[in-house]
């Protein structure tokens, strides 16, 4: 690749003043090719983007709310309550007879929605209390992350469901519990790699030049952290959406009607026995589904942007 | 050895103290009262129900007297949905259900996960490599409390070989479909951590000299490869019993056996704020201690950690 370059630009010496600069490789064009070269990571991006449109554009197909009872159904929903193109339930019926293919869509938007609220709270507290904690150093730096050790430390499933038994189960409750948590792991690794920053010639350039340790921290060093950040809040959002299905699956989640994935799953697990699989099916394949293909986007982002595979 | 205990020790009881802390005084931020009910009770039976569970005095004291009962008499109360019973009742009838099967499901993810991933690597590219990558593949997206739903499926409405839950005083019959349940994620990362840690190992100078000088197989590999590669499931092991611990929650409840974390998530239902606290901190404090027990095992093992 690199040796193609040279020598097209030594054949046509007059034109390349004018390519050069449109063909410039910076670190997020270099690692954008990488990415579309990885087929898992592109089918999956693809896949991912095809689900959240399916939550966008799938409601105006619903025929029922997500807490309208099909009347109908209620009592046969073995039968009556099957996934059919007739009765306008896609995915059938949940026990109680309400539609499932409204309840899943639900479910996937609360999920994907915990999922990028816990990961936007990481990056952004995180790589601030990293930043600062790596870039001041000292007696502060040991202060901040011993915080984060013992915080690390505690059970926070407990403290979680603690929480939204305490204060009642709420979205503002679900939100605010994961956010408590998501943002340590990333604190962590934004500081580490803020201590490897910080003796870099350029940011000792911008302290010679007088930069203020903010501008020093906001100009010149998170910039540089970001495609590490990228990945790691990748890889948070399954985390998170797992958390959620956690508490949802024990009953301590999202309160009736609204639903999430781990709601239906667990609902479904109750009554599979009675022969209606596609209530546990739907929601499964959803959740799978967008655990796996975050995952792998998240794999291939960090084969596309960590420099030491370079 | 004893500096290194102590440095952690610095770190575990704080946190301890931190968790006891912050959940005590959830529970007191609490809205409503746990004795309120629809009649009207006369203020002076109210001041009796009060002083029988200690709570006509000041938070601060409350909270003394509770660290105190709890660290020195491992006493956390009586609860307060069920007027007979303590807190300590309830652990000591769902713990050793729990306890059971967690032992067994931590003692068959370590030992199976890490003989698929010695056998994956010393055979590389084999079916036994390819059947480990791809369950730590599968593993990674399937969770317990999908894992169960999907087992009871298999081995109970189809092939009906196994109950689908209950306990029945620990027969083997109910034990298998936990343990297998709480085990399988584990064990596929355990075998995924192994076989990468031996294939770096196996890699290395000292085992080619090992092999050079005409050792049979099965002694580089026992006796050479198997203790430095280990080192990193080691300290995977601090957060499988973490999984382990809150994963039995949802194994409590879906397979109904009345371990400890049915008991919790009850007690969160009902309201029963020291039942919920006493199941907190008690299991709060099984992590903390299971992480600075791998952290010790880790420095012993590996010689290069400075202690």
């Known amino acids: 690749m690199l040796a193609d370059n040279r020598i097209k630009t030594v054949t046509s010496l007059e034109a390349a003043p004018a390519e050069l600069p449109t063909k410039g490789r910076s670190l997020w064009r270099d690692a954008g090719r990488r990415f579309m070269a990885n087929k898992a990571a592109l089918t999956s991006l693809i896949v991912l983007i095809g689900v ?31 996934p059919s193109l007739e009765t306008g339930h896609y995915f059938g019926t949940d026990e109680v007879g309400r539609d499932l293919y409204s309840r899943v869509i639900q479910g996937t938007q609360i999920s994907l929605l915990v999922g990028l609220v816990g990961s936007a709270i990481a990056v952004i507290v995180g790589t601030i209390y990293g930043a600062v904690a790596g870039y001041f150093g000292g007696r502060l730096d040991s202060a901040m992350m011993r915080l984060v050790d013992i915080i690390y430390s505690i059970p926070y499933m407990f403290i979680l469901i603690l929480l939204l038994i305490v204060f009642g189960r709420s979205f503002i409750m679900l939100f605010v519990g994961i956010g408590l948590i998501s943002w340590l792991g990333m604190s962590r690794v934004v500081r580490g790699q803020t201590l490897t920053l910080k003796n870099r010639e350029f940011v000792e350039a911008a302290i010679a030049t007088g930069s203020k340790p903010r501008d020093v921290i906001f100009r010149h060093i998170v910039p540089n952290l970001l495609g590490i950040v990228a990945i790691y809040a990748t890889l948070l959002v399954p985390e998170m959406i797992l958390l959620e299905s956690f508490i949802s699956f024990l009953g301590l989640g999202v309160q009736e009607p609204n639903t999430s994935l781990g709601a239906l799953i667990s609902e479904g697990a109750q ?14 394949v959803f959740f799978i589904t967008i655990l796996f293909t975050f995952f792998f986007v998240g794999d291939g982002l960090r084969d596309a942007l960590d420099p030491k595979d370079r | 050895m004893i500096q290194f205990i102590l440095k952690r020790l610095a770190v575990a009881i704080p946190t301890l103290l931190v968790l006891i802390v912050v959940s005590f005084f959830l529970m007191k931020m609490a809205p409503g009262n746990p004795f309120a009910g629809e009649k009207t009770v006369p203020q002076s039976v109210l001041d009796n129900i009060y002083a029988r569970y200690g709570l006509d005095k000041p938070e601060w004291q409350q909270l003394a007297e509770y660290i105190y009962n709890v660290v020195f008499r491992f006493d956390f109360g009586p609860s307060f949905q069920y007027r007979d019973r303590t807190v300590n009742d309830i652990i000591a009838q769902g713990f050793p259900v729990t306890f059971t099967y967690g032992a067994w499901a931590f003692v068959a993810a370590s030992v199976i996960g890490i003989a698929l991933g010695v056998v994956a690597a010393v055979r ?24 169960a739903p999907i087992l009871v499926l298999v081995f109970t409405l189809w092939l009906r070989w196994l109950p689908g839950g209950g306990w029945n005083g620990g027969h083997w019959s109910n034990v ?3 343990v297998v349940a709480l ?7 355990i075998a995924r951590i192994t076989r990468s840690s031996m294939l770096e190992v196996l890699g290395s100078n000292y085992i080619r000299t090992a092999r050079a000088k005409g050792l049979p197989g099965w002694k580089v590999i026992f006796g050479h490869a198997l203790r430095p590669a280990l080192l990193p499931v080691v300290s995977y092991l601090g957060p499988v019993f973490v999984g382990m ?14 371990g400890i974390g049915q008991a919790f998530v009850n007690s969160a239902l009902n309201r029963d704020y020291s039942t919920i606290l006493g199941i907190t901190i008690l299991l709060g404090a099984l992590t903390i201690t299971a992480n600075l027990v791998v952290d010790v095992l880790y420095a012993w093992i590996d010689p290069k950690i400075e202690l």
């Open chain 1, 52 to 82: 959240v449109l399916f939550t966008i554009v799938g409601p105006y197909f619903a025929k029922w709310s997500i807490e309208k009872v099909d009347w109908s159904v209620v009592g046969n929903v073995l039968h009556a309550g099957a």
């Open chain 1, 271 to 284: 009554t599979m026995q009675y022969g209606t699989y596609w209530q546990l099916a739907f929601p499964l």
């Open chain 2, 124 to 147: 590389q590219n084999s079916w036994a490599d390819y059947l480990s990558v791809g369950f730590s593949i599968g593993a990674q997206v399937v969770p317990n409390f999908v894992m």
């Open chain 2, 176 to 178: 298998v479909l936990p």
């Open chain 2, 183 to 189: 085990a399988t994620s584990y064990f596929a990362n």
């Open chain 2, 245 to 258: 611990v809150t994963g039995s929650v949802v194994i409590d409840l879906y397979f109904s056996t009345g």
